[in-house]
């Protein structure tokens, strides 16, 4: 076995999908399929189960997850110590919202890349409900995330930004949002909310906390996709202030003031513990500490 090989299987665990890992790592799906043969050849066990429609890790696979996480760990200090320089190298792939790149990203990506330029630097975009699933999954050495109420064991969190959540409705008059004696009828309005994520969670508790039983209008995948549908008048959202202030959208939506306001997300960066371990994840890390710190 080789290291190619290992990185193919640690991306595999985590997609469990031969289609997305043979793209994302350029591979053809016959090409990727050789290579956990080999693999599981060399072994002597299955390390997937197979079907036509999932793929899932036998016992022997979980075995070798740990193995393979850790091969690849020494192989990165390995690599370093041969070289004899403070030179750094390596992969680090980042997982964060288009809004992350537009705010908080660049100035921070800017000093590490200037400073370490031999380090292959990868990102990846996408709905911030699912940032730490794309840690645990191995899809990602550093996520962009909203500080969970209760961080799990095994990750280390370091706050960057904070932002209020907010309630946002469409700008002018719109007759979808009903009122009743000067303030929101939560039970007549129609409520656009996350399907998943921090904010679902802080919104579902907000609404319990005041005995009210909303009126959900759609269940919504993505912030911009909710900022969308509250410009287009269909009804109240809640989103990060900080995604609403990127937006393209924001001229056609207002933030609607509500109390009691719901609880700030404190936005920052998320790996597993076991992952500062790889010298190219601590020193962004490290970068991290130092220019927001």
Not at 196 to 205: A, I, K, P, T
Not at 271 to 283: G, I
Request: proline share 5%; with cysteine; glycine share 6%.
């Amino acid at each position: 076995m080789n290291i190619r090989e290992l990185k193919l299987f640690r991306h595999l665990t985590g997609t469990l999908h031969f289609g997305k890992t043979s793209q994302a790592c350029n591979i053809t799906p016959s090409g990727l399929t050789r290579a956990m043969q080999r693999l599981e050849n060399e072994l002597g066990h299955e390390l997937f189960y197979r079907s036509r429609r999932s793929v899932s890790l036998t016992p022997a696979g979980e075995i070798f997850k740990e193995y393979a996480e850790e091969a690849i760990f020494s192989w990165y200090r390995l690599q370093d110590r041969l070289r004899g320089d403070n030179t750094l190298q390596g992969e680090l792939t980042v997982y964060c919202s288009v809004t992350a790149i537009l705010s908080i990203l660049p100035a921070l990506l800017t000093t590490f890349r200037t400073s370490h330029p031999d380090v292959q630097l990868h990102l990846e975009t996408g709905d911030a409900a699912i940032a730490l699933n794309k840690l645990h999954s191995s899809e990602a050495d550093i996520a962009v995330a909203a500080l969970p109420d209760n961080l799990p064991a095994g990750h280390d969190f370091l706050e960057l930004v904070s932002t209020p959540l907010i309630f946002i409705g469409p700008t002018g008059e719109n007759h979808s949002i009903a009122y009743r004696n000067g303030n929101i009828d939560w039970r007549r309005s129609p409520i656009i909310v996350p399907e998943r994520g921090l904010s679902r969670e802080r919104v579902d508790r907000w609404f319990l906390d005041k005995n009210i039983s909303p009126n959900i209008y759609s269940q919504v995948a993505g912030n911009e996709a909710i900022i969308a549908m509250v410009g287009m008048g269909c009804g109240i959202g809640v989103v990060p202030k900080l995604v609403l202030d990127q937006s393209l959208l924001q001229d056609q939506v207002t933030i609607l003031q509500v109390q009691p306001e719901l609880k700030p997300f404190a936005v920052g960066i998320c790996t597993l513990e076991k992952n500062r371990q790889n010298p190219v994840v601590e020193t962004f890390w490290d970068t991290a500490v130092t220019k927001f710190h």
